[in-house]
């Protein structure tokens, strides 16, 4: 009787078994199936709790992407919203977006968390990668931003130079490797039209 | 009492699969190209640059989360494929290709006269002082871009040149932009920006 009992209770163990294990084989074969040539991408926000938006849908911040280009985007209330556009490849990938404080809460906040925003802050600068060349000055033309106005959109350049030589300031941006069209600028010399 | 349970395993195996196509199927975004005036279109995986098919018309997909490509397949419009990215939801993609260059010097014939009788119009003494280069459509047969050219007693002067571009509506131009010498995609909303870049890259007469 005894013998009959512990069979039967090894019996049920043995079924619960495979029943865990056929859940767990039909879990893996669905993830797998469900991510089959999908890279992730861990998307860090400032401030951390920030929503993430991946091509207008929400999303978390650890997502699983075909090879392709997407326009990542953080926002929370009180905040100016970041975004960016990224090309998944063939690799894993980490980015980085930054919301600048704008409502007073926002900023309090962000006085409050100082250490830890202002060393990122800076991070901001690199929105636009045209900063860090500038300002460029040479005999012909001098080029600057107005300092406070680095994090600004859009990004307004300003441009001292001689009649004659007001391209030559715009050829330099594109040999930089920028579209000169996504600026705006201001010229010391008015447009005689 | 065995049997039963071997039932039972097979019955969950039996779900689970069913669970897993329908999954399969469910992770499918129905994706509707729009083509129109073209001969036909090339669709591409730009994951593994997979041609997955050619058609002449508006057709829907079933395709996997992912980037895909349109080609042309017509000699009026650019090699230039137009990509489009698929994620968690169907999509319409309208398969709109810029014309090529010489197609765009074809459209301009037609419509030099009412580009040069405006240009003169709007600057009647425009010579005086600038050269005006033959400039050329932009995207379609919508968009002209154009350069004056300073004109300097010194021929071994510099020149400052100015951009400008044209729009048509409605079959008659009219100047968006005044010449600049960078047009600036912040002070014309309106124009679409690669129009924009274009007429930028324009430099001094050919």
Redesign the interface.
């Known amino acids: 009787m005894d013998d009959l009992k512990r069979k039967k209770i090894l019996?049920n163990i043995v079924?619960l078994i495979?029943?865990f294990f056929?859940?767990l084989a039909?879990y893996g074969?669905?993830l797998s199936?469900?991510r089959q040539?999908?890279h992730m991408l861990k998307v860090n926000t400032l401030p951390k709790d920030a929503s993430v938006e991946?091509?207008g849908?929400y999303d978390s911040h650890n997502i699983y992407?075909?090879?392709?280009?997407?326009t990542i985007k953080a926002q929370k209330e009180g905040f100016l919203s970041n975004e960016s556009v990224i090309e998944i490849k063939e690799s894993d990938l980490d980015i980085s977006l930054h919301l600048v404080p704008e409502s007073k809460e926002a900023l309090s906040w962000a006085e409050k968390n100082k250490t830890l925003f202002s060393e990122q802050y800076n991070e901001i600068y690199d929105i636009d990668p045209i900063l860090p060349q500038l300002p460029f000055k040479n005999f012909i033309f001098s080029m600057h931003v107005k300092p406070g106005t680095e994090s600004r959109i859009?990004l307004t350049i300003y441009i001292d130079t001689f009649?004659?030589?007001?391209?030559s300031p715009?050829n330099k941006i594109r040999a930089m490797g920028f579209?000169?069209?996504?600026?705006?600028?201001k010229?010391n010399i008015e447009?005689?039209? | 009492m065995?049997k039963i349970?071997i039932i039972f395993?097979i019955v969950?195996?039996v779900i689970?699969?069913v669970?897993?196509v329908f999954?399969?199927i469910n992770?499918l975004r129905n994706v509707k190209i729009v083509v129109s005036d073209i001969k036909s279109v090339i669709l591409i995986s730009?994951?593994d640059s997979k041609e997955l098919k050619q058609f002449s018309s508006t057709k829907n997909f079933s395709l996997?989360?992912?980037?895909y490509c349109l080609k042309a397949v017509d000699n009026r419009f650019k090699d230039t494929p137009v990509?489009f990215?698929v994620?968690?939801?169907d999509k319409d993609v309208v398969a709109s290709f810029n014309y090529s260059k010489s197609y765009l010097n074809d459209l301009l014939k037609k419509e030099r006269s009412s580009i040069d009788a405006l240009i003169k119009s709007t600057y009647p003494n425009i010579t005086d002082?600038y050269k005006v280069c033959p400039g050329s459509l932009i995207k379609d047969e919508s968009w002209y871009g154009g350069v004056f050219v300073?004109k300097?007693n010194n021929p071994s002067?510099?020149?400052?040149?100015?951009h400008f571009i044209f729009n048509k509506k409605d079959g008659i131009w009219k100047m968006v932009a005044?010449?600049?010498?960078?047009?600036?995609?912040?002070?014309f909303k309106d124009i679409p920006?690669e129009v924009?870049?274009e007429a930028?890259k324009m430099?001094l007469c050919i």
Do not use: H, M, W
């Open positions: 019996e079924f495979i029943i056929i859940f039909a074969v669905n199936i469900q040539g999908s991946v091509n849908i992407l075909q090879p392709g280009t997407y859009p009649k004659g030589y007001q391209n715009i579209d000169p069209t996504a600026y705006k600028y010229f447009s005689p039209f | 065995r349970k395993i969950i195996v689970l699969a669970f897993i999954n399969y992770s730009k994951n996997k989360d992912g980037s990509c990215t994620y968690k939801e002082n300073q300097n002067d510099n020149s400052d040149y100015y005044k010449p600049s010498i960078i047009l600036s995609s912040y002070n920006f924009l870049s930028n430099t």
